[in-house]
């Protein structure tokens, strides 16, 4: 059974700090990974994806892969109250589907 | 601006009444999805079509279908839809292989 797993928060944090995110997933063959953004009653929204081990950065997200210990992460730096949302971590298979992980609530406190 | 549709945003359906929700994309996308989400849920992928190429997930009921007569639609059918289906359900397209996937707005369904 093919898993990603994340800790379903909520995450809490205030203005201006560092949302540190995190995501382990299952299947040691995954080449794809992405990070999507979801409001509540909205459809996710992809922010983010890397394909090779290390950083990734745009804008104030960085995502950070480590295909050896099979952890991938998102960095959202100065967070914003608009930030608050469920953030997905999404895994391709080897047969090119998504597997989703749960999510992770974040809060960004005013 | 290319872009993922989805009809109807809500929709109310009686038990066991029939119901077809439907996806259009202007991405010309050869992937089209359709998941299905619960509450705090994560996304569930039901089926797939790679160009007119369906692939269902195994633990898809019978109860779902879908059609998708040209590129850019893409439908899905409910036959007969119990309180349990009431979900968010969601289209999403892609360039397939190991790129990333776009989602519409999603379509809110409520069985009653």
């Known amino acids: 059974q093919k898993e990603v797993e994340q800790n379903s928060g909520p995450l809490s944090v205030p203005e201006g700090a560092i949302a540190s995110l995190n995501c382990t997933y299952s299947d040691r063959g995954s080449q794809s990974f992405f990070w999507y953004r979801q409001y509540s009653g909205k459809s996710p929204e992809l922010i983010m994806f890397i394909y090779s081990n290390g950083d990734k950065e745009d804008g104030r997200f960085t995502a950070q892969l480590n295909k050896a210990s099979q952890y991938v992460s998102l960095l959202i730096r100065d967070s914003q109250p608009s930030d608050s949302a469920t953030y997905l971590c999404?895994?391709?298979?080897?047969?090119?589907?998504?597997?989703f992980g749960s999510g992770t609530r974040l809060l960004v406190r005013p | 601006d290319a872009m993922v549709i989805q009809n109807p945003r809500y929709q109310v359906t009686q038990f066991g009444k029939p119901v077809t929700l439907s996806c259009s994309q202007t991405l010309n996308h050869n992937v089209m999805y359709w998941y299905q989400q619960k509450s705090s849920q994560a996304p569930k992928l039901l089926f797939h079509?790679?160009?007119?190429?369906?692939?269902n997930e195994a633990d898809t009921p019978d109860n779902f279908q879908s059609r998708r007569p040209n590129t850019s639609f893409c439908f899905l059918d409910i036959r007969s839809p119990g309180l349990g289906d009431a979900a968010m359900y969601l289209c999403?397209?892609?360039?397939?292989?190991?790129?990333?996937?776009?989602f519409g707005p999603g379509t809110r369904l409520t069985v009653t």
């Open positions: 079509y790679y160009d007119k190429d369906f692939n």
């Open positions: 999403a397209t892609g360039t397939g292989k190991s790129y990333e996937q776009y």
């Open positions: 999404a895994v391709m298979d080897s047969s090119y589907k998504l597997i």
